[in-house]
Each structure stands twice: as structure tokens, then as C-alpha cells.
């Protein structure tokens, strides 16, 4: 999201693809106190499907635990990647996604030890990737007698 006018039309597109993956619709939305949720038309199509809105307080996240609880779940793993690889602040969506993907693979006892994908979609088979790890050391062989032109492609090396 570029802008935050942008908002609606993505949360339209988030709803009808819930709809249409997993058959349910929203019913819930919490959020702080942020202008752009309470335009107009935002607001007529959340009365319209049925969407019940609650509002935390301003200037209160910890009012708002399920949230925090799930950004503190992301952001944990992430420092876990990130630090002791000496990893690159600009990998940081990278390594999230990495975090996002491990959590979602791993068994839960909150959900009786089932992994939050084949809750997801049963019908699927987990495909398990195989894992990288973040910030290992790489040697470049000097194989090439012109190096100035194998440098210009060789931007980074990770």
C-alpha cells in the first residue's frame, strides 16, 4: 500500500478472496482509531456484509493484545534470523516472510498440535521447502582471467 487511500480497495480485494479460498466471510474487523476505516464507503460496506467493527481507544496498542501478541510473534523469530547471521537491515521483508513461513509449518499446541496450513487446507498436501540459512559465508572463485566484466554482474553475494 502506496497511500493510504488505498485502503479500501485492498481490504474489498482481501475480503472477497477470504470468501472465495476458505468459503467464510469476515466477521470482525479491530482496529485503532485510523481515519481512513471510517470513510463513507468503507464503513457502508462493512454495514453491509455484516462486519462488526470495533474501534480500540487512541493511543492504547496494548488494548488491542491479539494484535501485539501476533506482531511480537513475527518480530521475535525475526531478531532470531537477523542477529546472529549479521544479516542486512534491507533483508528484513525477506527474512518476516521466512519467520511467517516457518511459524505456519510448525505444530501448535494452542491447536492440539496441528500445523496451522492443514487447518487452512486440508485438502493439500504440505509441502515441505527445504530451509536456507541467512547470512552464511560465500567464496567467489576468480575463474575468469577479465574480472571487470564478471564484477559488473556480481553485485552481491550472500
Known sequence: MKTRSELFSIFQYFYNEIKNQFGISIRTLRKDNAREYLSHSFTTFMKSHDILH????????HKNGVVQHKNRHLVEPTHT???????????WDDVV??????INH?????????????????QEPLHHLPLKVFGFTCFVHNFCPDLDKVSARLQMCF
Open 81 to 91: 534470523i537477523l542477529i546472529p547471521g549479521d544479516v542486512p537491515q534491507h533483508f
Open 106 to 122: 510448525m505444530s501448535s499446541s494452542v491447536l492440539e498440535n496441528k500445523i496451522h496450513h492443514s487447518i487452512l487446507f486440508p
Open 54 to 61: 470495533q474501534i480500540s481507544c487512541a493511543y492504547t496498542p
Open 97 to 102: 516472510l521466512s519467520a511467517c513461513y516457518l
